[in-house]
């Protein structure tokens, strides 16, 4: 990975990273094992483990069956909840405030 990585980014990677490895060792399975299940190459749950390097959603995909589990309860922890705040949400507020 580049050094002018969006610290963000390197952020929401790390956490991906230890996902899987929680995960991974919750199964009592190598990361080895996991690659060959995944069929990805066997040092890539490695890198992905310790953050070094993109992936993409079907990566995830592919780990994520291995693992037993949907994308939607893996990236469960990742989701920041926030209100969401539009011009639409406020003008409701403010009407039900008024009733």
Do not use: W
């Amino acid at each position: 990975m580049s050094k002018s990585v969006n610290p963000q980014h390197k952020k929401l990677l790390t956490k991906i990273g230890r996902k899987v490895k929680s995960e991974r060792e919750e199964l009592g399975i190598s990361q080895e094992k996991l690659a060959l299940l995944a069929d990805v190459h066997r040092t890539y749950i490695g890198v992905i483990e310790r953050a070094e390097q993109n992936l993409t959603v079907g990566i995830i995909k592919q780990i994520c069956d291995v693992l037993g589990i949907s994308l939607s309860e893996f990236f469960r922890e990742f989701v920041e909840k926030k209100p969401m705040k539009t011009e639409y949400t406020k003008k409701i507020k403010v009407s039900i405030l008024k009733k």
